[in-house]
């Protein structure tokens, strides 16, 4: 299989043959990340610019080491979210990097779209680290890393999503990635934060955590931002936490292989208890983990496309 | 100079005239229109003769929404330039919507419009003055000020009259006046932060939804604020079934209101969002299908009067950014009659139909004297080649707007002279 893409954009438009040669590159990436010395020579003299206009340190952080291990050259441009900076655009600082030809861009953005829009204009790989509520794809094949790792497949598991889809990119790709690969999906909350026609994308829903446990052999579980209050999404957290935190009491009825996911960082005590996030069904760590293996295969699948065809 | 026009196809909706014949123009006014006009040898000095065989000759059209952006936003677009960009798309007529810099609440804003069009534009401008000062939506304009200074109608357009005190106190005021009020429905909640529409599309987009009742409770408001006031209401770019189903339920009780839609209802669905374009962005927001087909049954059983740009140039300041800064708007005044001609070919209109939604249609309802080839009226007519075939190219457009979603187009249908008062105000 040779990778063809100029982009990683999102788990949308991604054929499930193209996901597994993702992550089979990813874990054969693994080795080099328990070395004594982790770095290889494999992308010197490439220049990769992370654009992250959001806040965000475990994503950053984790790209930033994939590239560094594999010898890029990485430089990171960073602001707080505004379109406007002295006067210059968005995309006219983006002409500015473009300018200076580097060979990839990581770029992280709370506008979704921004991109697909970015990749558009550049000659250079985009690897999308997360759109605003659309995609983030590195967590979705993170995430679909670490459920092979454990139960050896995807094709016929039953994933339980549950907390605020509306307003999660991490929902979206695995919604997207889980499919393709032959899981059953199932997204789970408290209607408001539902979004309409979400059915769609190919996903059961349901409003009652307890109903769909005992079905799952993974739950993922969602950062639920405490500002959902204030725009009238619901009564509390507390209240929140009561139906649709995830707690041992909740999971009473689940398979006993059931895995415990959480793209972090976690609120404990409101969608997760802290019994949950450490125990013995938690792989939360793995997925950390397994962040920089899958970040180094996607800079490495993207950057040989480029040798291949120089 | 006058003008015979002769041999056009000449389809006038409020005289419930459509056949082929001539038409003299003379002294700013229609003077005669008969199958066959002759001149006598000693007028011919005077009188320029087209042959005008194969063409469609109809009343100067009116566009009741655009937004002209002088002053204040020079940069977007000018009276000058915008009213260029409506002669070449055969418009006679624009009424412009208040939302300027300083905003039209006062004579002397209104003055200074028309004083602008007078000098530098090239077709008619009717000012339509704010409900509120500043659009601010607390406290009524000087209602018979502005309309002494040749305000239309009223509308606080782009945002919504959000309270109802003040819109039941609106239409009973302006009635003493005889101005529609122009509501621009939008339940500000219930829209608030929404990119596009809510549905499908939005959902995996990831992009924050404005569902169709955001417009169609106030749509709903408003309509039963008219029934109990009397006032006289006009619903602004009608955008979803929900709407159209509630004027036409209040049309049926006697209510007073009237209705426009612009052409990209008609012509695009959400699913042009796909690829983030911000040229699509729009307020309100592209519909689904189902909208789309809704309001072309609107057009066709009259629920909706009249067809309007809702012309709103940006600059790519405002465009070329993220989706969710970037600002909402169309340019459509050299796209407009074209798009509506697609209502002709795939049989949703018939002529007569098409061209009273941009002529008599938004007349009657500013109470202007336009729109007709009445004997007697101001010369005002527009001369379409309707068989030519062509790609829109917004490169050769008048407006400075950058933002015109139906660039590269293959459409039917040209303008290719607009006489304004008897002058020819764009030919091709
Ligand atoms: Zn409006």
Known sequence: ?310 | MDLLLRNARVIDPANDRDQTGDVLVSAGRIADIAPRLEVGPERLASVTVLDLTGNWLVPGLIDMHVHLREPGDEYKETIASGTAAAAAGGFTTVACMPNTKPVNDCAAVTQFILRRAEETGSCRVLPVAAVSRNLEGRQMVEVGDVRDAGAVALSDDGRPVMSAQLMRRALEYASRFDLPIISHAEDLELARGGQMNEGAVATQLGLHGIPTAAEAVMVARDCLLAEWTGGRLHIAHVSCADSVRIIRTAKARGVSVSAETAPHYFTLTEDALVDYDTVYKVNPPLRSRKDLEAIKEGLVDGTLDAIATDHAPHSSVEKDIEFDAAANGMIGLESALPLILELLWDGTLTPAQAIAKVTVQPARILRQPYGTLTIGAPADLTVIDPDARYTLDQASFRSKGCNCPFHGREVRGRVVLTVGAGRVRFSR
């Open chain 1, 1 to 310: 299989m040779t990778f063809t893409r100029k982009d990683l954009l999102g788990m949308r438009d991604m054929e499930a043959g193209e996901i597994r040669h993702i992550l089979n590159t990813a874990a054969s990436f693994r080795e080099i990340n328990t070395r004594a010395i982790k770095k290889v020579p494999t992308l010197r003299g490439k220049t990769v610019i992370h654009l992250f206009y959001e806040p965000s340190t475990r994503t950053r952080i984790s790209f930033e080491i994939a590239a560094k291990r594999l010898s890029a050259d990485t430089y990171s441009v960073g602001t707080s979210t505004s379109s406007m900076v002295k006067g210059e655009t968005f995309f006219d600082t983006l002409k500015n990097l473009e300018a200076m030809k580097p060979d990839l861009f990581v770029i992280r953005h709370s506008a979704s779209g921004t991109p697909q829009r970015l990749a558009r204009r550049t000659s250079a790989a985009v690897i999308n680290a997360g759109d605003g509520m659309h995609e983030h794809p590195s967590q979705a094949l993170l995430d679909l890393l670490t459920i092979q790792d454990h139960k050896g497949h995807l094709d016929g598991l039953t994933v339980g999503i549950v907390g605020d889809i509306a307003h999660s990119r991490v929902a979206r790709s695995n919604i997207w990635g889980l499919n393709k690969l032959g899981s059953r999906v199932i997204a789970c909350g408290p209607p408001t934060l539902i979004p309409h026609d979400l059915q769609q994308m190919g996903v059961e829903v349901s409003h009652r955590l307890e109903d769909l446990v005992p079905d799952l052999d993974v739950l993922m579980v969602l950062r639920l931002q405490k500002e959902r209050q204030e725009q009238m999404l619901l009564p509390s957290l507390r209240e929140y936490a009561t139906y649709f935190g995830v707690t041992e009491a909740k999971l009473a009825g689940a398979k006993p292989e059931l895995l415990i996911m959480h793209p972090g960082p976690i609120n404990r005590g409101v969608e997760i208890s802290s019994e949950v996030a450490d125990g013995g069904r938690s792989v939360i760590l793995d997925q950390v983990t397994n962040g920089v293996a899958v970040r180094m295969a996607l800079l490495y699948l993207l950057l040989h496309r480029e040798e291949e065809t120089a």
